[in-house]
């Protein structure tokens, strides 16, 4: 069979859900540090969080999982979430808050598109923060095909963006 189809182009994540050892521990987290909103819970087992008012962009659940042990780095599942900002003076701000929250890092990248901070959520699940650099800015290699890399993102130049002025989004 010849499968010419192709997803749309304005086919997005719509949400992810995960499973969770404490619920509370994960609304801290989620909510009170990176600042989602709750929309809805079901009782104690489980909670919905959005940006802006969508009805859910990360569920969390206990049905499986309630006082599960972390999840391994070393086993199959989920590698990370990204949760995309809409500049990178946003990105600086959170990056502020888990400093001020001393939030622990796992590493900060510049990656050519975007400019990304990862850790670990309290359940050991990899969360990427980061922001989009304008597609015209994105690098190409002679092919016209993206030239993406890591490189160490600079966390005191990513600071100064919250000295830039602007409101933040």
């Known amino acids: 069979m010849q499968d010419s189809y192709v997803i749309p182009a304005q086919t997005r994540i719509g949400h992810v859900h995960l499973k969770v050892a404490d619920l509370e521990r994960a609304l801290a987290f989620y909510c009170g540090v990176l600042g989602f909103e709750l929309t809805m819970r079901y009782g104690e087992q489980a909670a919905f969080v959005s940006a802006g008012g969508y009805h859910h962009h990360i569920g969390l659940n206990t049905w499986h999982s309630k006082n599960a042990p972390k999840a391994s780095p070393h086993g199959v599942g989920l590698y990370h979430l990204a949760i995309v900002y809409p500049s990178r003076r946003d990105l600086a701000f959170i ?27 309290p359940d050991g699940n990899g969360v990427e923060l980061y922001w989009d650099r304008p597609r015209e800015l994105w690098p190409q290699q002679a092919d016209g095909s993206l030239d993406m890399y890591t490189m160490p993102l600079d966390l005191g130049g990513l600071l100064a963006a919250l000295d830039d002025g602007q409101p933040l989004t």
Request: glycine share 8%; proline share 4%.
């Open 95 to 121: 990056y502020q808050r888990l400093r001020a929250a001393a939030y622990p890092l796992t590493g900060a990248s510049d990656h050519g598109v975007s400019e990304a901070l990862y850790l670990d959520d």
